[in-house]
């Protein structure tokens, strides 16, 4: 509990997915989709509003954009409490 929340340091169960193919497209990676899809979010309109709202946090910064462009080969996804590692 004091590593997560009170430091905001990524667990050491944190689940590895690869990243889904449905996602990523030559401009770069739709974060909304990739929410929704590794069920960090309910939905791709839920994963837009967690991003409007400052709640997602990707490689430790806060990301509010829709696209994702130069993805490390891992990326740290967090959502509000949740977190998950995907594989690029």
Same mark, same amino acid.
């Given at each position: 509990? &004091?590593? *997560?929340?009170?430091?905001?340091?990524?667990?050491?169960?944190?689940?590895?997915?690869? =990243?889904?193919?449905?996602?990523?497209? *030559?401009?770069?990676?739709?974060?909304?989709?990739?929410?929704?899809?590794? %069920? =960090?979010?309910? %939905?791709?309109? &839920? $994963?837009?509003?967690?991003?409007? %709202?400052?709640?997602?946090?990707?490689?430790?910064?806060?990301?509010? &954009? =829709? =696209?994702?462009?130069? $993805?490390? *080969?891992?990326?740290?996804?967090?959502?509000?409490?949740?977190?998950?590692?995907?594989?690029?």
């Amino acid at each position: 509990f &004091d590593r *997560e929340v009170r430091q905001g340091l990524e667990p050491a169960d944190t689940e590895t997915v690869e =990243l889904p193919p449905n996602v990523a497209s *030559e401009k770069g990676i739709r974060v909304d989709k990739l929410l929704a899809t590794i %069920s =960090l979010a309910d %939905s791709v309109t &839920d $994963a837009t509003r967690k991003l409007k %709202s400052g709640a997602v946090a990707i490689n430790g910064n806060i990301h509010r &954009d =829709l =696209l994702l462009t130069g $993805a490390a *080969e891992v990326l740290v996804v967090r959502v509000g409490k949740k977190w998950k590692r995907v594989k690029t």
